[in-house]
């Protein structure tokens, strides 16, 4: 059974070309201080029984045509590969967001085709992701998943949110490891945060974020 914390229920911005549904799946294994949904961090009562969520995705099956995974991480939960086999039983197309700690489990929804698109959010170079995340990370698993989702030949981008304690340098780093990849950079939101250290700081200004934007493709041309 799998732990849902919400869902929106129409949405033209959450996966490219799909009129879709995205659930919000309770429990991260990452304490990033600028989450921006920091009710989803820990495993609470679902607010959303499985049973009553596949029922309402056939239901408006004629309206919707993808659903989208997120969190949360979802690939934490247990029983996310079989929740995948169920919306695709449906014949919907699915889009998987994740922070590429469990390469296992995309690589099994890959092999599978229970997933037509991925965006894995890289939220920090290689030698700093420990002290951005806020936990220890096994950095192996994070760039075993890059390469996976990079060979899968399915749809897929990288992302990360530039937070004002990243530098530019980091994201350029970053920007090399996922390369030739789709690759975005997101602005950083203070309203909401996991730590209320983050809501004391500033986002940079877009032209700093378009600058290294402009830099990032110079590069991979």
Not at 80 to 94: C, P, R, S
């Amino acid at each position: 059974m799998v732990h849902i914390g919400g869902i929106v229920k129409f949405t033209l911005i959450d996966y490219p070309k799909h009129r879709a549904c995205s659930i919000f799946f309770q429990g991260c294994n990452f304490r990033c201080g600028f989450c921006h949904n920091p009710e989803l961090v820990d495993f609470r009562e679902g607010i959303l029984e499985e049973d009553n969520l596949l029922m309402f995705l056939k239901e408006r099956k004629k309206w919707l045509n993808g659903v989208v995974l997120l969190g949360g991480e979802p690939t934490i939960q247990d029983d996310i590969v079989e929740f995948a086999e169920k919306v695709k039983k449906i014949g919907y197309d699915i889009k998987l967001d994740t922070n590429g700690s469990n390469p296992k489990v995309i690589e099994e929804l890959i092999e599978k085709k229970l997933v037509d698109y991925i965006a894995m959010d890289v939220k920090a170079p290689l030698d700093r992701y420990s002290e951005i995340v806020g936990v220890d990370v096994d950095i192996e698993k994070i760039i075993r998943s890059i390469e996976i989702i990079k060979n899968s030949g399915i749809e897929h981008e990288f992302r990360t949110t530039v937070i004002p304690t990243l530098k530019k340098e980091d994201i350029l780093k970053i920007a090399e490891i996922v390369k030739p990849s789709p690759y975005y950079l997101q602005q950083f939101r203070n309203e909401k945060t996991l730590k209320d250290e983050y809501k004391r700081l500033n986002p940079y200004p877009r032209e700093f974020l378009e600058e290294i934007a402009r830099e990032i493709s110079a590069r991979v041309r």
